[in-house]
């Protein structure tokens, strides 16, 4: 019934309907609206770096362009004829346009890439084209045009930009089915990489952010997919008790990173007392930490747990011919510069072939009024005649041009005016030919060395508008930083040994320790086993706890000294052993494996001490011996899966502690890692030196400030550091420094009494200057003079000058003016030799790949090491 009523429709309106599936018009919609997002709103063109909405705004401008500001709502407004969208989309385009402080000149309030604060309304703030823009971006001569979205206006399909503009700005949009995010670049360096693909040379690009900061960009991967850069606020110490940040990292503002640093404390991931932004011009946020917090530690924790510290990661997807492709930077920059190349060539083509036609014309022009052929014209009754007569005229003197007379360049001789005529100048016109002819020479010697006139023209560009546009964002290897180990510990860890609960609620318990939520907790039983959990409220781990702290991953300093029974009777062994890593919520048993075995001694050792026990027997039978000491400093140092040494076969009665021991750890090497700035116990870069408890570093900075402090691994420092090495007491810092005051130099030499103490050692005039430290025990120096007449003189500091104390003014150096003074080689010296107690010393072995495999080969590291001591 129904097939033969839309039968009898279709015969009603005469066939002419048809029937349209809705799932095809669906498709063919998503299809065009995807393409349009694409190409027409969110990514950027290759050829100019702009956005259709960047591109129209720019358009606009130069419409608009008389060197004066417009009021931006005036542009917005303008800009509307050529892009089809409201006057907010425009409006916040054009703003960020500006922010970017390259293309256009801004007046009034355009909000503050740093706060990020909004600009003003519209219509109160102006701009115009800057003179870069108006150099690199425009030339209707070469732009290729296309009608507007309503057909009333031309716009450019693509701005004739010579200039990698995309790189320079950086772009970010979000389409349908992919998003493009590249990051801004450095203005010379770009200059300077175009140089470098043009002469045929490599070169590396890596992103520059106006907001500063410090970028690690050892993964950028060249702005591809899959690329990642890590970006920190530049955070200095003002005082022992005052961080300030002076510059914040891209995609950041001062308000977002205040507020991530407010979550971070109220968190309890860190500790402050007050944060205060007195950020102007230049940023300057001023945290203030609590009594008793660690500086370095907080600086560390706020790269791990705020906005100071952010990853970015580009995606270089650009339209081409139309299409979306994803390409490098690098790629990037060699197309652009390869369509600069064009560019050039297309205007001096332009610029010859408008040389050629002056030069052309002023010939005709000279022919014309030298030969008097305009008297000819005389005669003539009719316009062809005229036309004819002058061409007449010319022919006998038209061997010399270039091209062919046409009629159009007849009709321009017939205009010249009778004035011009009159006042005709043959040696001017000579003049202005041969200047022609210089002009056509130089183009033409342009075009065939084009690549040299590229290279030129980038260094104009650099020469010109380069000052100023220097390197804000300050390239360096990030160290990881382990939040565990810079993590405010704000909870308590309490334990209930003899129910075996562990955890942060268990308040009327036996306090642990201090710990955080991200912590994990180290459990001994007393039957042997060992589990690693993390931080809870209230966690099960087993009764008879006879130990439990706040695990330490990768810690090999930490030494555990155990004795336990094998089995229920059998005999007893002791063992020495670290943990360095372990599977969490796993039972590791440290016996040898059998039931009833049970742990008579156990101590943790943060710094590898090793005591001396008492060993008490219980009297059965026949034994002789009831009692005897050991010391476990004669115990190597193993993996916790080994059996042990045999203490005894018989039952142990009780096991006293006799005396305390010492470290049996070598001294720790520390090293200096200059590209990262920080310490390290991994071999990179320069040695310290061996380090024991109680050594410290010394550190001397270029303001002429001198301190000792503990070498923690978590220690930042300073940008003007100059001396940073082992700190020892009984040697002399010779130092030769300006004196503001007194305009003179002098030589002091001292010791530094209070290790604790940061102390300045030169005077406190703001022109005082230091001008050479040295840490030799006999140090040379060379005066170099001003006067030529007087001859270098070489000074031997230590018979210069005793040693004084370090607020002394020291010795004046000379009377007569010094250019420079220069650091030789010290003079031989030996040190006296101290005799020390040795210890002994044994080397930790990295047990962390053996004891993750410790189930494979637990059996085997059982039968090693077993050896009677008695």
């Given amino acids: 019934m129904q097939e033969e009523n839309n039968e009898h429709l279709n015969e009603e309106f005469g066939n002419q309907e048809t029937i349209t599936k809705v799932t095809g018009m669906y498709k063919d919609w998503f299809l065009d609206y995807a393409s349009y997002v694409i190409l027409e709103r969110a990514v950027p063109a290759i050829k100019d770096g702009f956005k259709p909405v960047q591109r129209r705004i720019m358009h606009s401008m130069k419409d608009l362009d008389d060197g004066r500001y417009n009021k931006v709502a005036n542009i917005v407004g303008h800009t509307m004829q050529y892009h089809p969208h409201g006057d907010a989309s425009i409006a916040d385009a054009m703003v960020q346009l500006g922010q970017k402080e390259l293309l256009i000149d801004m007046q009034g309030n ?83 990489a175009s140089i470098k693909h043009l002469k045929g ?116 997807c650009v339209i081409d011919d139309n299409k979306p492709v994803f390409i490098g930077v690098s790629e990037m920059l060699r197309r652009s510069t390869d369509h600069t190349v064009e560019l050039l060539k297309e205007e001096l083509e332009i610029q ?65 005016r ?15 030919i041969e200047s022609l002819e210089d002009k056509i020479a130089e183009v033409k010697n342009y075009l065939a060395n084009l690549i040299d006139f590229a290279v030129e023209y980038f260094k104009n560009l ?13 390239l360096r290897l990030f160290d990881d930083i382990v939040a565990t180990k810079v993590v405010m510990r704000n909870t308590k860890l309490y334990v209930n040994k003899e129910e075996g609960f562990v955890g942060t609620s268990l308040k009327r318990d036996e306090y642990v320790d201090d710990c955080a939520d991200i912590d994990d907790v180290i459990v001994f039983r007393r039957d042997g086993v060992m589990m690693v959990t993390k931080v809870d409220a209230k966690t099960f781990v087993g009764k008879d706890i006879i130990h439990v702290a706040v695990f330490k991953k990768n810690d090999k300093r930490t030494v555990y000294n155990m004795i336990y029974r094998d089995g229920k009777s059998g005999p007893s062994y002791m063992k020495r052993f670290n943990v360095t890593g372990v599977t969490r919520d796993k039972e590791y048993d440290l016996t040898a494996g059998n039931k009833a075995s049970i742990v008579h001694y156990f101590t943790a050792n943060p710094n590898g001490e090793a005591e001396t026990v008492t060993i008490n027997l219980r009297a059965v039978g026949s034994i002789k011996k009831l009692k005897w000491d050991i010391d476990f400093s ?51 870069g320069e040695l310290l030196g061996e380090f024991k408890a109680e050594d410290r570093l010394l550190i001397i900075t270029q303001k002429g400030i001198v301190k000792t402090i503990k070498p923690e691994l978590t220690t930042h420092f300073e940008n003007d550091m100059i001396v940073l090495e082992k700190w020892i007491p009984e040697k002399p810092i010779s130092a030769i420094y300006f004196d503001g005051e007194k305009e003179k130099y002098f030589v002091k030499r001292f010791m530094i009494d209070n290790p604790n103490k940061e102390e300045i050692f030169i005077s406190e005039h703001q022109k005082s200057q230091l001008e050479i430290v040295a840490t030799d025990y006999r140090p040379m120096v060379e005066v170099v003079f001003s006067k030529r007449s007087l001859e270098n003189i070489t000074v031997d500091l230590e018979e210069f000058i005793a040693i004084k104390g370090i607020k002394a003014l020291g010795n004046q150096l000379t009377a007569d ?54």
């Fill in 110 to 192: 355009w909000g503050n890439i740093l706060t990020g604060d909004g600009a003003a309304a519209s219509r109160y703030i102006e701009a115009r084209l800057s003179k870069f823009a108006l150099d690199v971006v425009f030339n209707p001569k070469t732009t290729e045009w296309q009608a507007s979205y309503d057909g009333r206006k031309k716009e450019p399909v693509d701005l004739p930009v010579k200039f990698p503009m995309l790189l320079a700005q950086g772009a970010e949009g979000i389409a349908v089915g992919l998003s493009t995010k590249i990051l801004p670049h450095n203005f010379n360096e770009l200059i300077d």
């Fill in 817 to 870: 003016k010094i250019k420079q003074v220069n650091l030789l080689e010290p003079l031989p010296y030996e040190a006296p030799v101290v005799n020390e107690v040795e210890v002994n010393e044994e080397e930790i072995f990295d047990n962390s790949k053996k004891d993750d495999n410790e189930d494979k080969e637990n059996n085997k590291n059982k039968d090693d090491g077993q050896t009677t001591l008695f």
């Fill in 462 to 474: 650099k020469t010109k508008y380069g000052k100023g546009k220097e390197r804000k964002t300050e």
């Fill in 634 to 684: 004669e115990l190597a140092i193993k993996g916790r899966g080994v059996k042990g040494n045999l203490v005894t076969k018989y039952a142990i009665k009780k096991i006293e502690l006799k005396s305390e021991g010492v470290s049996t750890l070598k001294p720790r090497k520390i090293w200096f890692d200059d590209v990262v700035q920080r310490l390290n116990v991994d071999g990179r």
């Fill in 352 to 416: 010859l072939n408008e040389l050629e036609e002056q030069w052309h014309f002023a010939s005709l022009e000279r022919i014309f009024i030298e030969n008097r052929i305009y008297r000819d014209i005389e005669e003539e009754e009719t316009w062809e005649g005229v036309i004819k007569a002058i061409d007449e005229g010319l022919k006998p003197h038209i061997k010399h041009l270039k091209r062919a007379i046409t009629e159009e360049d007849i009709i321009r001789l017939t205009e010249i």
């Fill in 201 to 316: 040379r490599s070169f590396t690009l890596v992103p520059d952010f106006l907001t500063g900061g410090i970028a690690d960009v050892s993964n950028y991967s060249d702005g591809k997919r899959g690329g990642k850069i890590r970006v920190r606020a530049k955070i200095s110490q003002l005082d022992k008790k005052t961080l300030v940040i002076t510059e914040i990292p891209f995609g950041t503002t001062t308000t977002s990173l205040i507020d991530s640093i407010l979550k971070a404390n109220d968190k309890g991931t860190i500790k402050i007392r007050q944060i205060e932004d007195n950020t102007a011009a230049n940023v300057e946020i001023l945290v203030h930490l609590p009594n008793g917090i660690s500086p370095d530690k907080t600086i560390d924790a706020l790269y791990a747990f705020t906005n100071c510290e952010n990853s970015i990661s580009p995606l270089g």
């Fill in 418 to 432: 009778i004035k011009k005529i009159s006042k005709f100048d043959i040696d001017k016109a000579k003049q202005f």
